[in-house]
Every structure is written in C-alpha cells, then in structure tokens.
C-alpha cells in the first residue's frame, strides 16, 4: 500500500530510476533518500535490506531536518527579542 501512494504521489521531476550519483547542491531530502534507486548487479546486495535501510536514514535524516527549522526559528524569535531590547535600552539612555 505505502509503494503504490508513492507511485501515485511521486514528484514529475524525480526519475524512476536514479542515474549514476552526481553532485547536487543543496539539503538531501528524505524522499530522495526513499526513491534512490540502485543498480542491480549478479552477485549484489540484497534489495530488501537496502531499501530498509535507505527507509531508516531518510526518517533519522527528516527527524534532523525538522530540529534544523525549529532551531533557525527559535534563533530568529530571539535576534528580534535582542533588537527590541537594544532598542529600548538604547532609548532609555537618551532620555535621562
């Protein structure tokens, strides 16, 4: 059931299979973790474990992601109480 959502939910601009890994800029995000396909070879490693695999990183690396945005928030919020502070200091002193 979750392979057919991803087959009906899947982004037009990922690849069904992935080519050869190039450098890209920017985050890694968790579903290209999910839809990276590699290629099979006679003897290779056995596609279940790796896909478990790949399924495990992209929720520890979408858990990461997550604390990322909460922490540049909460960074934001407290830049903007400082300057507010400064402000307000910065006015008391003028006045006395």
């Avoid at 909460?74 to 006395?96: C, D, F, G, M, P």
Wanted: proline content about 7%; overall charge positive.
């Amino acid at each position: 059931m979750r392979n057919l959502l991803r087959r009906l939910t899947r982004r037009p601009d990922t690849p069904q299979l992935a080519p050869t890994p190039t450098i890209r800029s920017g985050p890694l995000r968790p579903w290209q973790v999910r839809e990276r396909c590699f290629n099979q070879r006679r003897h290779g490693l056995d596609p279940v474990e790796i896909r478990a695999f790949l399924h495990r990183v992209a929720d520890e690396l979408a858990v990461a992601q997550t604390a990322l945005v909460a922490v540049q928030e909460e960074n934001v919020r407290i830049k903007n109480a400082l300057r507010t502070w400064q402000s307000a200091q910065s006015a008391n002193r003028r006045y006395r």
